[in-house]
């Protein structure tokens, strides 16, 4: 494939609750487009150590179990699945032991390695472009995407839509947000935008808004290059 028809990767980076998922999934959608959520990979890897027993504590066994599960993950934006172990994990991989293990297990540096290898993998792979969100896409991940966005939001609006999402109460969501971003900046880098990033936010904006400016931002950039 040439350089001139090579199809875009697009890296959407951002705190919890921004809004990353929607827009992506959008965005591939719109552009035909792979999708990958990066963060449901360190949920399944997350879930593999949970029904294997393991106690989150233990690095070793950790390492061991969440690197030698067996995982597959779809990259169609219409059905983004999860399979664990054989056994779709879509779903489970959402519940709030999931979320409460998932830095734990993600703060493990070979758990990371072995996931970022396997998110390159597929991004390699993606003949008609991917998107792809999640925690330190643009900078460790994907440095050379076409396109990097950091998507914010206010962070009263970041727990209304996650609360939203899980029917849950809103002083809570926002304390369990606040208590993730702590723990993610541990583990990839503070909640900042990246070098070379294009920050959107997206507070008072609804999803289609915040896709056209995406779109407007990549139609510039063809137009440039």
Known sequence: MSEASKKPVIAIDGPSGSGKSTVSKTLATALESAYLDTGSMYRAATYAVIQAGVDTSDADQVV???????????????????VVGGEDASAAIRSEEVTAAVSAVASQPAVRENLIKMQ????????SGI?????????????????????TADPAERARRRAAETDGDESSTQASID?????????????????????????????VEVVAKILALLNNRNIDG
Do not use: M, N, Q, W
Not at 120 to 127: D, M, T
Not at 131 to 151: F, H, M, Q, S, T
């Open 120 to 127: 390159r993998g597929i991004i390699a792979k993606a003949k």
């Open 179 to 207: 208590k993730r971003d702590k723990a993610d900046s541990k583990t990839t880098r503070p909640l900042e935008a990246p070098e070379g990033s294009h920050v959107i936010d997206s507070t008072e904006l609804p999803i």
């Open 64 to 82: 061991k179990t969440a690197t030698g599960a067996d995982l597959k993950f779809g990259t169609k934006p219409e059905d983004p699945f999860t």
């Open 131 to 151: 998107v792809v969100e999640g925690r330190d896409i643009a900078e460790v991940v994907a440095p050379d995407a076409d396109l990097k966005v950091y998507l």
